[in-house]
T-cell receptor, first 118, second 112 residues
Framework: GAGVSQSPRYKVAKRGQDVALRCDPI?????LFWYQQALGQGPEFLTY????????KSGLPSDRFFAERPEGSVSTLKIQRTQQEDSAVYLC???FGQGGGLWNQPQHFGDGTRLSIL | KQEVTQIPAALSVPEGENLVLNCSFTDSAIYNLQWFRQDPGKGLTSLLLIQSSQREQTSGRLNASLDKSSGRSTLYIAASQPGDSATYLC???????????FGTGTRLKVLA
């Protein structure tokens, strides 16, 4: 079926505004990850969901960042009161992850949302 | 704290060469290691995943090896082609965690 879909592809916001980034994982994928990627760097982990449960949010930079996956499929990453340092590409990845093979499934990435804060 | 380093940061080679990309990690207690490719403006594409119990994985012209005890992995690309030009990233999942820790990548350019 279709791959991981992220929207919008580009988002420009003024400092202080709230933004919401959407991720549609591959249908049936249990695991969902959010990453932040600065220019010229590797992705940095933000948070992890297993179905609707957020099992790790240790990478969220501040309490302005909030993620949810209420029905275990689509996920939204929300950033409140955006600041210039939030400018980056936000990547979403999903993996099948069931049973004993939970941890050895390749991740499938979306093309990301490029966020620019003016 | 797990740290992942990739060497070299950039590489330019003529078409047809065989090449090796290196990845090292500081904590050998890993669950698996994954190699990805990233094209400009795109997300990451998984190339190979090596479980901690495995020594290598192969897919077409790509071969990845893992030496857990020394904290190293290499990605071997045979007979490189201009279409292989991209950034290659390795990532490790440390045992007992959910997250992948990424290196900063190697930017590869294969010249026609």
């Amino acid at each position: 079926g279709a791959g991981v879909s992220q929207s919008p592809r580009y988002k420009v916001a003024k400092r202080g505004q709230d933004v919401a980034l959407r991720c549609d994982p591959i249908s049936g994928h249990v695991s969902l990850f959010w990453y932040q990627q600065a220019l010229g760097q590797g992705p940095e982990f933000l948070t992890y969901f297993q179905n609707e449960a957020q099992l790790d949010k240790s990478g969220l930079p501040s309490d302005r960042f909030f993620a949810e996956r209420p029905e275990g499929s689509v996920s939204t990453l929300k950033i409140q009161r955006t600041q210039q340092e939030d400018s980056a590409v936000y990547l979403c990845a999903s993996s099948f992850g069931q049973g004993g093979g939970l941890w050895n499934q390749p991740q499938h990435f979306g093309d990301g949302t490029r966020l620019s804060i003016l | 704290k797990q740290e992942v380093t990739q060497i070299p940061a950039a590489l330019s080679v003529p078409e047809g060469e065989n090449l090796v990309l290196n990845c090292s990690f500081t904590d050998s207690a890993i669950y698996n290691l994954q190699w990805f490719r990233q094209d400009p403006g795109k997300g990451l594409t998984s190339l190979l995943l090596i479980q901690s119990s495995q020594r290598e994985q192969t897919s077409g012209r790509l071969n990845a090896s893992l030496d857990k005890s020394s904290g190293r992995s290499t990605l071997y690309i045979a007979a490189s082609q201009p279409g292989d030009s991209a950034t290659y990233l390795c990532a490790v999942r440390t045992s007992g965690t959910y997250k992948y820790i990424f290196g900063t990548g190697t930017r590869l350019k294969v010249l026609a």
